[in-house]
């Protein structure tokens, strides 16, 4: 009786660890569909997209995920296939240099611009 | 003075807009990735449409000469229109046609192939859009260049014309 009650724990332990991976691997599955773009679809993610390429892209990831693929190897993957435009986060590269640092230029430059309003005023 | 500087950088600043958005209206809304270096053929294993038994990539494309990897489906109607120009490249000695039937009945895949006629010397099934995937394909008909190294040098997304079959012609001289 004794061993029995060992063996329904022990089951019970396997089975919701195995519940918990599943869960966590849906998470990521989700998270990394929705950040990537449905290449044939009008302005929908992968993860909106119920076209073939949304799903063939799906099974895709699903694959990789249980081959044990990390997300940045399954975007990787992905921006070997098809670019960087099937990916809705850019990457840092001599592409995107104005995209990532034009916000900053323009806070820069905005900044310097209320500072010296702010002198002119003050000195005044 | 000031006012005129002001009023002169904002027709500019507009008229820079402009230009922008009126050069985007003629763009294409189909994006294509550019192959800027030359790709290998993915390594995979598929079934044979005709005998079902699983092939890889080194026997299918096994020998040293150009292969035209062609994408197709029976429910796709561009594929048609594209088949005659795919029946007469089959013709040219030099290359071979490999075809990917993707997401498709395979029975309504043979009635396609008898009535329309072959044009390949191998097709595979790609049931899942999967194997389409690992080649960067979006969709059907997609036609891909490789050359005898076993590497992607061409991709035409969309049915190929007389223009495109000319371009083919000119890379495997």
Known sequence: ?124 | MKNKFILLTLILFIGFCFIVFYKGLNNSNTYIPKISNKKSIPIFEAKDFNSNAYLNSEKIFEEDIFYIVNIWASWCVPCRTEHPLLMRLSKNQSIKLIGINYRDNLNNAKDFINEFGNPYSQIIIDNDGALSVEFGAYGVPETFIVDKHKKIIKKFVGPINQEIVNKIKLIIK
């Open chain 1, 1 to 124: 009786m004794k061993i029995l009650k060992i063996f329904m724990i022990i089951f019970l332990f396997i089975g919701f660890s195995q519940l918990k991976s599943d869960e966590k691997s849906n998470e990521l599955k989700s998270k990394i569909l929705k950040n990537i773009r449905c290449l044939i679809c009008q302005g929908q993610s992968v993860y909106d997209s119920e076209s073939d390429f949304a799903s063939s892209i799906k099974l895709i990831v699903d694959k990789k995920i249980n081959e044990g693929f990390q997300e940045y190897q399954i975007y990787d993957f992905l921006r070997e296939k098809y670019g960087d435009w099937i990916i809705y986060d850019p990457q840092l590269n001599k592409n995107t240099y104005i995209l990532w640092l034009l916000p900053l230029l323009l806070f820069l430059v905005g900044g310097a611009i209320i500072h010296k309003i702010i002198r002119k005023k003050n000195e005044k």
